[in-house]
């Protein structure tokens, strides 16, 4: 009979999911020792090689990553026994991993506040990132939802729209395109700044335009994009939600340009085999109410 204890659970995921003993005890609040102490037991007790190192990068065996699924099986379980005894308890609490498209900063925390108010007994983890990570995270549902733009089609997903998001073209003030309606032609001639490959802002913008950038300014923060416009190196494409601010301000311009602005919308996403707990619930039915904000 194979036995494990749940440190040697949590301790394995940890691992595998972050690719390192050093990740994995800083989250689990524990040493690196006593993290590599626990895989070490559970490999013991299976009976067979579940990790491989190279370097600092630690990876499954084909054995590791059969029994990760079964890993994740399990904390998802406990996990949500957990939170559905503490939901019953107060059915206004709990806790809420939430994962974001760097984009979407601008109107989260503003959600965030207002959901905090009507649940002030609720927590929550915000992480701010790619969409790389973000797809990672819907592969191993370590966030409860997330919030990004055009959700992958290829993964089984429950997504839902709950505000427009318009892709614009912005420049410099003193920048010569500007009070013209320009083509796409007209911009390709421009140095273009975008958002680095895989982002979901620059596959929108080259699917719908066909445009093909130009230049190696690849950039991966839209505040480093408008610094980059507002120091004239080229012309910009960002969600408009992120520039309202230096818009009103004047500090950059929008270029009246074919097939722009680009809308499209943001999505609340989870993968379709998570049990949402209550407050997730909430929070899901909170967002597409109130994505006005």
């Not at 099986?73 to 308890?89: F, R, V």
């Not at 130009?214 to 980059?228: K, L, M, P, V």
């Amino acid at each position: 009979m194979i036995n494990y204890t749940l440190k040697q659970l949590y301790s394995f995921e940890a691992v595998v999911r972050t690719k390192s003993f050093t990740k994995a005890s800083k989250e689990l609040f524990v040493t690196q020792p006593a993290v590599y102490m626990q895989v070490q037991q559970l490999t013991k007790n299976i009976g067979s090689d579940l990790i491989s190192t190279r370097g600092k990068i630690v990876t499954p065996t084909h054995i590791g990553k059969m029994f990760y699924q079964t890993c994740l099986d399990i904390i998802d379980t406990l996990e949500n026994s957990k939170l559905a005894i503490e939901q019953t308890l107060d059915p206004e609490a709990g806790h809420l991993q939430i994962a974001v498209a760097t984009t979407t900063n601008s109107f989260v925390s503003r959600i965030l506040a207002k959901f905090k108010a009507e649940f002030p007994r609720m927590t929550f983890h915000l992480e701010v990132t790619n969409r790389k990570m973000l797809l990672e995270k819907l592969i191993d549902n370590s966030a409860d939802l997330i919030i990004m733009g055009e959700p992958p089609l290829e993964m089984d997903l429950e997504t839902l729209p709950f505000m427009e998001n318009p892709l614009i073209a912005i420049a410099h003030p003193d920048h010569p395109l500007l009070g013209k309606n320009n083509s796409i032609k007209d911009l390709n001639k421009e140095t273009l700044i975008t958002r680095e490959e895989g982002s979901g802002t620059r596959i929108t913008i080259e699917r719908i335009t066909g445009m093909k950038f130009n230049s190696d300014i690849q950039i991966n923060s839209n505040e480093a994009i408008i610094e980059a416009v507002q120091a004239g190196l080229g012309i910009g494409f960002v969600s408009k939600h992120t520039v309202n601010l230096e818009l009103d301000n004047g500090i950059i311009k929008q270029l009246t340009a074919q097939k722009f602005p680009i809308t499209r919308h943001w999505y609340i996403v989870h993968n379709k085999k998570s049990r949402l707990s209550p407050i997730a619930k909430k929070f899901k039915t909170f967002i597409i109410d109130n994505g006005d904000l």
